[in-house]
């Protein structure tokens, strides 16, 4: 008999279903519209950083640039280890607990272990650009950090501790609000030079206050004088020369953000490309004896198709194209797309970001962290971009954007193009902070690459490359023994049946972030390399054939 | 009896924590209910998780949000007046589409584009025939990078009015966005034809070619803007950029030195540019333009002293509002308040001294009241300022005409105008001015001329007849 009681009991069960259907929703794995599936497992990483941005409401400039992030294998145990930069108190706020930047091991299955103190690399500066290498070319990777304030070198010791030699290297750079920082070989001498970007002329007593109607905003690089930037040589004896001068480096002043150190017209040199903010970016064009020659303006690259000294964060660097010359694509303020530069070769670059899709998404966001990377393995490189204003009361003054947003990936499309893929990608875009630095790297070894952001005031984000292709990858380490250790600015170039891509080796790059120095390439479902052929800087080129794939494979440079 | 269901409810609630139940249906619900709450807290646990922008997340780490001291108040007292102006003309004129319009641009100038949208729509459900706010929400959505909406509300005004210039130019613009640029390339041959003369178009010319890598075409495109907008650093970019793709590094370099001459003075006055793209605004400049438009609706309903009201107040609040003033001095004129004209006229002249058209009006204002001599030296300065335009020669021969002097010079000067812009109005006051110095036979011709030019109009064709009269 039915009864009213019945009829309430299978109401609840209904509502239950419901009830469980939302949950499972809500925890449902990745949506499968993409191959590319990225899952947020921040949670279960063990990483409980937490990244202050210093501010106590004076809004000074330096809160907003938050900093990068670095990706490297510290104790070459054969996993990629993860450095967050971190902020400092600024003046007139108060904290119980000194910020520092944090080192976190990777003990492998993305579980992480924070080994900030006993590796010594807890720098209490205001953190904002990092780069990894072996400037001493002892075989481990040294790290170095562009601070507000003196910038820090820690020298890599080799058993899983560094010690600071800032002093001793002479690589301090005085007290200057820095950014992007690179390690490169600028005459192909076989040791690593160093690069570091500065933003603005910024000082507590520089400081400006700026009102959007009632509300009190951040101010932008105009409000400050612009800065030169830093080129130090490396003496081979554990010191470095300041050689901005000299170089034609510091001739050039403007508002440096991300930067990257990249052989742009193919000359066998590494050139500087440095993203401005609000100003022409840079290309500071090597002539291979480490003198560089600013040609941003003719090179195509300083301003956007529209004439538009964009407000530059990052550089993501990679043939997105398969045509054998690297493009450059760098981030920028709201209102403006982020821009693909195609490299046309000959030191030319034309802004094709409407042409082939790269901007999707961006107008309404202010982007900071990007980097190429093949997240599918389908042989083109695909791009990740991370998100979040720099005022956190923006939603005050306007609709049209957010503070917290979401990042953006671009899925390659193969035919030159790019499509916003991002709602088909899975609960790790579903994230939603001020994200600013972004890197890159396979962080379980498992044949894809995995995303790390930084997020300003908060905690990071982890994402995990679900992606179930099937398709095959290399992953390859150099290991260079006339040329510097990790084969900095060596260039790769990977043939697999009718796939041929290149790639070659930075060290920093992205927005103020380091990752990547193991190359990576997707190669669809081809299931061997024809060949590889590595040219390594300061001259030589070796050559492998018929390589196996879905391996990690460490080159050592052939002597001779 | 009791209501079942009543009873139910009042169990399930009553029931003390941790009580037992009795009977299997009591423990299914039980069952049911824990299940209920557990996934409710999963719920509740993934909404938390999800919803990290909670107000306090977003405030500076260590302390507390700020705004400029004095301006909230101000700025919000504005803000809310400029509102009400707004709905008070919704309230005046509740069968007219443009009031709700209004309000849109009100509520898009202070950032909120969606409530923006949402009344645009409904003004063009009131007047489905409103290019100009098909064309306003297509601007809002360019703004958001949807550019397939623009594209189709651009499409919906252009079956509107076809030929509105800049519509086909935005509708390219849209598509270049989209990288449709056969498309765009195809929309800018029909603005061209609309406005063949504007800079603008030929910059969007030279952007496309860019892009499909036609360079020739590129320093065409650019070459010509450059002569219709002689200086533009936009201009010398395109040509650096496109010359250099074509292997002529020499020219490129020089286009690039003159482009970064130009930006480089450009970086001076642009300190604050990322402020301007983060839309917010002032309210003051707002609300004077907000009863700029509100007394332009007024004035056009005869509603002349509520019209006034508003643009004195518009004046007020922008002390360099030049469109308020204007309205003002035609208002007074109108109204034969020529004292008020001239009062107002003076300020526009103080504004903007190098402005021509500010002089004239003082001038003309100012001959309104038999002030002659002032008259003549405020459009004297006009003419000084803009010698090519012919508004200040015409002035001065009407104010030579009325004061019944130096007509000798009235006379080149009438020939001056007619020189410059040869219609009916000037060949017309050449007519009249001949004919105060006696010339006969040349206001015959010039007013026969202005007749030709102007049959329907009255009374040139009664002035050329009284000429034919009195030979």
Same mark, same amino acid.
Request: charged residues 25%; aromatic residues 8%; proline residues 3%.
């Given at each position: ?560 | ?305 509520? #019209?006034?009201?508003?643009? *004195? !107040? +518009? &004046?007020? $609040?922008?002390?360099? @509002?030049?469109?308020? %003033? ?116 040349? #206001?015959?011709?010039?007013? *026969? !001329? +202005? &007749?030709? $030019?102007?049959?329907? @109009?009255?009374?040139? %064709? ?10």
């Amino acid at each position: 008999m039915r009864t009213a009681r019945g009829r309430d009991i299978r109401s609840l069960v209904s509502w239950f279903a419901a009830a469980v259907m939302a949950c499972a929703c809500a925890v449902a794995p990745a949506r499968a519209d993409s191959p590319i599936q990225l899952r947020d497992v921040t949670r279960s990483t063990g990483i409980t950083f937490k990244h202050t941005d210093g501010s106590g409401g004076k809004r000074y400039i330096l809160e907003v640039m938050s900093g990068g992030v670095a990706l490297f294998d510290y104790d070459r145990d054969g996993d990629v280890d993860i450095y967050f930069l971190n902020g400092a108190p600024l003046k007139g706020t108060k904290t119980d607990v000194t910020p520092t930047n944090a080192l976190y091991r990777n003990d492998g299955d993305f579980k992480f272990t924070d080994v900030t103190n006993q590796a010594g690399v807890g720098d209490t500066g205001f953190g904002l650009g990092v780069a990894a290498g072996d400037y001493d070319n002892d075989g481990d990777l040294d790290l170095y950090v562009n601070n507000y304030g003196p910038n820090v070198l820690y020298r890599n010791n080799g058993d899983g501790t560094f010690t600071d030699v800032t002093k001793e290297a002479g690589v301090a750079s005085g007290h200057r609000l820095g950014a992007g920082a690179n390690f490169i070989d600028i005459e192909g001498d076989g040791d690593l030079d160093l690069f570091a970007a500065n933003y603005v002329a910024w000082s507590y007593d520089a400081h400006t206050e700026r009102y959007l109607g009632p509300w009190m905003v951040y101010p932008g690089p105009r409000d400050y004088l612009r800065s030169s930037n830093v080129l130090f040589r490396n003496n081979g004896d554990g010191t470095f020369t300041d050689i901005s001068e000299a170089s034609g480096i510091a001739s050039h002043v403007g508002a440096g953000m991300g930067t990257v150190c990249v052989d742009s017209d193919n000359d066998g040199d590494t050139d500087i490309i440095v993203a401005n903010d609000d100003w022409g970016n840079f290309v500071f064009q090597n002539d291979g004896t480490g003198k560089f020659t600013e040609v941003g303006l003719i090179s195509g690259i300083a301003h956007d198709l529209s004439a538009s000294a964009q407000s530059s964060m990052g550089i993501a660097c990679g043939d997105y194209n398969n045509d054998g010359w690297l493009d450059l694509q760098m981030t920028s303020y709201q209102t403006e797309l982020a821009t693909l530069y195609e490299n046309l070769g000959g030191g030319l670059f034309n802004d094709v970001t409407r042409v082939t899709g790269a901007g999707a998404g961006t107008l309404t966001n202010v982007t900071w962290g990007n980097g190429f990377a093949d997240f599918d393995n389908d042989g083109d490189r695909d791009l990740f971009i991370a998100c979040g204003h720099l005022n956190d009361n923006v939603e005050k003054y306007t609709d049209l954007t957010t503070y917290y947003a979401r990042n953006i990936l671009l899925m390659n499309t193969g035919d030159g193009k790019f499509v916003n893929v991002s709602d088909e990608c899975g609960d790790g875009m579903d994230v939603k902070l001020s994200s600013r630095g972004a890197a890159f790297d396979d962080l379980d070894n498992d044949g894809d690459i995995d995303v790390v952001i930084l997020n300003s005031r908060r905690e990071p984000t982890i994402l995990r490359n679900d992606s179930a292709t099937g398709n095959h990858w290399i992953q390859i380490q150099l290991e260079g023994v006339k040329s510097n250790r990790d084969g900095v600015g060596a260039h790769v170039t990977v043939v697999a049946g009718d796939l041929k891509q290149m790639d070659e080796v930075h060290s920093g790059q992205g927005y103020q972030s380091h990752f990547g120095m193991r190359l990576h390439f997707g190669l669809g479902g081809r299931d061997r390399i024809d060949r590889i052929e590595i040219r390594w800087i300061g001259g030589g080129v070796d050559v492998l054939e018929n390589v196996e794939v879905d391996r990690l494979l460490t080159i050592t440079q052939k002597k001779g | 009896m009791k209501n079942p269901k009543k009873s139910a409810k009042h169990r399930s609630t009553k029931r003390p924590v941790g009580a037992k139940g009795g009977g299997r249906g009591g423990r299914r619900v039980r069952l049911l209910i824990a299940g209920v709450i557990a996934c409710a807290a999963v719920v509740v646990g993934l909404v938390l998780m999800l919803l990290p922008n909670a107000a306090e997340d977003a405030q500076p780490q260590g302390g507390a949000e700020v705004t400029s001291a004095g301006q909230p108040a101000t700025d919000l007292a504005m803000k809310n007046e400029t509102f009400e102006v707004a709905r008070q003309l919704i309230a005046d004129f509740p069968e007219s589409a443009f009031p709700i319009g209004l309000m849109g641009t009100v509520h898009n100038q202070f950032g909120n584009s969606s409530k923006a949208e949402k009344w645009w729509l409904r003004c063009l459900e009131r007047d489905p025939k409103r290019a100009d706010v098909y064309e306003v929400l297509a601007v809002a959505y360019l703004r958001k990078g949807q550019y397939e909406k623009v594209a189709d509300l651009l499409r919906k005004a252009q079956a509107i009015v076809p030929n509105l210039p800049g519509l086909h130019r935005r509708y390219a613009e849209a598509l270049m966005e989209m990288g449709k640029l056969d498309e765009a390339l195809a929309a800018m041959e029909k603005e061209v034809k609309v406005a063949p003369d504007f800079s603008d178009n030929h910059l969007v010319f030279g952007k496309i070619y860019l892009q499909r890598k036609e360079y020739e075409k590129a320093v065409a495109a650019y070459t010509k803007a450059l002569e219709m907008r002689p200086g533009d650093a936009k201009c010398y970019y395109g040509l650096a950029t496109a010359s250099q793709r074509l292997g002529q590094s020499d020219k490129a370099r020089e286009y690039m030195e003159t482009f970064s001459r130009l930006r480089d003075d450009d970086d001076r006055i642009s300190t604050t540019r990322r402020m301007t793209t983060d839309q917010m605004r002032r309210a003051a400049p707002i609300l004077a333009e907000t009863l700029l438009d509100v007394g332009r609706v007024y004035n056009g309903h005869r509603q002349v002293l509520k #019209a006034e009201e508003c643009w *004195k !107040r +518009a &004046a007020v $609040l922008d002390t360099t @509002n030049t469109a308020c %003033r204007l309205l003002l001095v035609e208002l007074y004129r109108r109204a034969r308040r020529r004292q008020e004209a001239v009062e107002v006229a003076e300020q526009l002249r103080k504004i903007d001294p190098k402005n021509a058209s500010y002089h004239q009006v003082a001038g003309v204002a100012l001959a309104e009241m038999k002030r002659f001599d002032a008259a003549e030296v405020a459009i004297r300065k006009a003419i000084e300022l803009a010698p090519e335009h012919p508004a200040g020669y015409r002035s001065l021969v009407e104010v030579l005409l009325l004061s019944n002097r130096k007509l000798p010079e009235a006379k080149v000067l009438a020939q001056k105008a007619v020189e410059l812009a040869p219609t009916a109005w000037h060949y017309s006051l050449l007519g009249k001015a001949c004919s105060r110095n006696q010339d006969h036979s040349g #206001a015959l011709a010039a007013m *026969k !001329r +202005a &007749a030709e $030019l102007a049959p329907d @109009n009255e009374d040139i %064709r009664k002035a050329y007849e009284k000429l034919k009269e009195t030979k």
